[in-house]
C-alpha cells in the first residue's frame, strides 16, 4: 500500500496570508489527524477528521481549520499566518482513529 | 489536562548497550501507549505499542508498562548507530474524544 502523502512539502508565505495543506491517507484508512511540530512545543493534536466530520479538537485558535472529503483526503488550512506559525505539520491516517497512526512527510512552513 | 512527561535529553550510549527511555503520564485511564522513534527531518514511525501491564518484546526492543506507577519505558538492546533518533511516547485514548497527546520526546545517541 502506499503511504501517507502530503503537498506541499515545503512553503514559505509572510504574516497575514493565509495557507492550505494537503493529505492523502492510507488507501482504506478513514481517520486523518494533524498536528504542529515544533522545536519547543513538540508534537501537538490540531484535530482529526473521520468520515468527513471534525471528531476531536485540539487546544488552537480559530485560524487553524480544516476538513475531510469523501474520498478521505483532507485540507488544513491556516488562515491570517502569524511567525509563530512556522512549523513541520504532520497528517497521520489511521482506519479507526484510536490505534496505530502512520505519519506523512510533513509540509515544513516557514512564515517571514 | 493530559501530560505526559519524558527526559529531552540527549541520552548518549555506546555501541552495543542497552538504552533505557522512560515516560510518565498524568491520565491513569489511559490503557495503551505507543513508541514513536523519529530522525531528524523526518515524520515519527510507530515501533512498539503495548496494551497491559508487564512487557512486550519485539527484537531488539522491549516496552513495559506499569499502570501503578503510571510509567512506561522502552529498552533497546545492543544499540546501534543507526537508533539515535528523538523517542516519543503516546498514549491511546481513554475513551470518550481522543486527544492525542504526545511526549516531547528523548533524543537518543548512540556512538560507535
Known amino acids: 500500500k502506499a503511504g501517507v502523502t502530503q503537498t506541499p512539502r515545503y512553503l514559505i508565505k509572510t504574516r497575514g496570508q493565509q495557507v492550505t495543506l494537503s493529505c492523502s491517507p492510507i488507501s482504506g484508512h478513514r481517520s486523518v489527524s494533524w498536528y504542529q511540530q515544533t522545536p519547543g512545543q513538540g508534537l501537538q493534536f490540531l484535530f482529526e477528521y473521520f468520515s468527513e466530520t471534525q471528531r476531536n479538537k485540539g487546544n488552537f485558535p480559530g485560524r487553524f481549520s480544516g476538513r475531510q472529503f469523501s474520498n478521505s483526503r483532507s485540507e488544513m488550512n491556516v488562515s491570517t499566518l502569524e511567525l509563530g506559525d512556522s512549523a513541520l505539520y504532520l497528517c497521520?491516517?489511521?482506519?479507526?482513529?484510536?490505534?496505530?497512526?502512520?505519519f506523512g512527510p510533513g509540509t515544513r512552513l516557514l512564515v517571514l | 489536562q493530559k501530560e505526559v512527561e519524558q527526559n529531552s535529553g540527549p541520552l548518549s550510549v555506546p555501541e552495543g548497550a542497552i538504552a533505557s527511555l522512560n515516560c510518565t503520564y498524568s491520565d491513569r485511564g489511559s490503557q495503551s501507549f505507543f513508541w514513536y522513534r523519529q530522525y531528524s527531518g523526518k515524520s515519527p514511525e510507530l515501533i512498539m505499542s503495548i496494551y497491559s501491564n508487564g512487557d512486550k518484546e519485539d527484537g531488539r526492543f522491549t516496552a513495559q508498562l506499569n499502570k501503578a506507577s503510571q510509567y512506561v519505558s522502552l529498552l533497546i538492546r545492543d544499540s546501534q548507530p543507526s537508533d539515535s533518533a528523538t523517542y516519543l511516547c503516546?498514549?491511546?485514548?481513554?475513551?470518550?474524544?481522543?486527544?492525542?497527546?504526545f511526549g516531547r520526546g528523548t533524543s537518543l545517541i548512540v556512538h560507535p
Open positions: 497521520a491516517s489511521s482506519s479507526q482513529g484510536a490505534e496505530t497512526q502512520y
Open positions: 503516546a498514549p491511546a485514548s481513554s475513551g470518550g474524544s481522543y486527544i492525542p497527546t
